[in-house]
C-alpha cells in the first residue's frame, strides 16, 4: 500500500471530515446565506439603479474573499486542541492526504458551495424587484472578470491555510495581520524600486498597480497595460503553490 497517497484511505479521511464537521459546516452556511440574503436585499432595495454585472461581481468577490479566507482558517483548527491534535495526527493516514482533505474541503467543495448559494439568492433578489425599461443580467463565471477573481481567491487560500497550520490560536487574525503587514512592506519596496528607476517621486505604488506622480502642475497617472494581466494571474498562481507547499510540510513538522 502506498504510504503517500491511497485511494480508499484517502476516501474515508474525506468522508469522515465531512460527517464530523457536517453541522458545523451546515451552520457556516446558514449564516453565509443569511448574509447574502439580508446584504443583496439591503443593497438592491437602497439601490434605484438595476443590479448591473459589475456591481454583482463586486458582491460576488468581496464575500466569497471574506467568507473563503475565515472558512480556510479554520479547516486544521483540531490542530489546536491537544486532544483532538494527538487523535488526528496518530491517525492513520499520510500527511498528504490530510492536507489534501483540506485543500480540497476549503478550495473546491467551498466553491462549489458558496457558487451555488450565490446564483441562487441572486436569482431570488433579481426576481424579487424589476426594473421597468431595464435589462438585467446575470454574472458569468467564465466570462471577464469571474477568471481573476478565482486567481485571486486562490492566492488568498493558499495564504489562509498556511495560516491555519502555521499558527496555534486565532489564525484568522494572526493571518491577516501577516497579509496586510506583507502588502505595507511590499508596497514601499516597490514604491522605493519604482522612484529609483523614475528618478523622481511618486505616490504609493502598490505591486502590479498603476503610478502617478506631479509634475509641475500636472497630475500624471499611469496604468498598467492588459498583455500583462496573465503574468500577473501567473503570478498569483506561484505564490498560492508556493504557500500550498509551506501548508503542506509545515503540517509533515507537526508532532504528537
Known sequence: MNNTFNTKRFGRLLIKQLTEHFKTYLMGLAVLIGVMLVGGSFF??????????SAQVVLFGSIYFLAGTIFTSTIFADLSDKKKSISY???PASHFEKFLVGWLVSLLLFSLVYLVSFYSILMILLHAKHWPGQRTEVLNVFADPMPVVFIVYAMLHGF???GAVF???LHFIKT????????IALSMINTSF?????????RTATPFGGISFVEGRK?????????TDPLVGYVFVTIAVIFWAAAYYRLKEKQV
Open 44 to 53: 438592491l432595495f437602497l439601490t434605484p439603479a438595476v443590479l448591473d454585472l
Open 89 to 91: 495526527l496518530t491517525l
Open 160 to 162: 489562509s491555510i498556511w
Open 167 to 169: 499558527f496555534e490560536k
Open 176 to 183: 491577516a495581520f501577516c497579509f496586510f503587514i506583507g502588502i
Open 194 to 202: 519604482i522612484e529609483m528607476l523614475l528618478g523622481r517621486e511618486v
Open 219 to 227: 497630475y500624471i497617472a499611469i496604468a498598467s497595460v492588459r498583455q
